[in-house]
Nanobody, 115 residues
């Protein structure tokens, strides 16, 4: 139902834009969240956007550097990541929820920040 892309290797201070394409669900009914999990660490919720694009949330760890957005006409959500740091290295996942808990998860995309 969800497919992430856009990950890769980037130097510290660089940027990446992740995409999350949805299929098989009514995309504009769902809030979208971005999560990440680094090796040996718990999964961290870093950002989410409401179904109507009117409300967004950012974890303190990414606030001011990452921007979440969505294009309901394209069934796609995005995570623009700027000023990347080595500690941003993780597998990034998107997830969708109509309300309450997240029902659908993508397979993840690796982001590595290293010189």
């Amino acid at each position: 139902h969800l497919f992430e892309s856009g990950g890769g290797l980037v130097q510290p201070g660089g940027s990446l834009r992740l995409s999350c394409v949805a299929s098989g669900l009514t995309f504009d009914y769902y809030a979208i969240g971005w999560f990440r999990q680094a090796p040996g660490k718990e999964r961290e919720g870093i950002s989410c956007i409401s179904s109507s694009d009117s409300n967004t949330y950012y974890a303190d760890s990414v606030k001011g550097r990452f921007t979440i957005s969505r294009d309901n006409a394209k069934n796609t959500a995005y995570l623009q990541m700027n000023s990347l740091k080595p500690e941003d290295t993780a597998v990034y996942y998107c997830a969708a929820r109509p309300a309450g808990t997240y029902e659908y998860w993508g397979q993840g995309t690796q982001v590595t920040v290293s010189s």
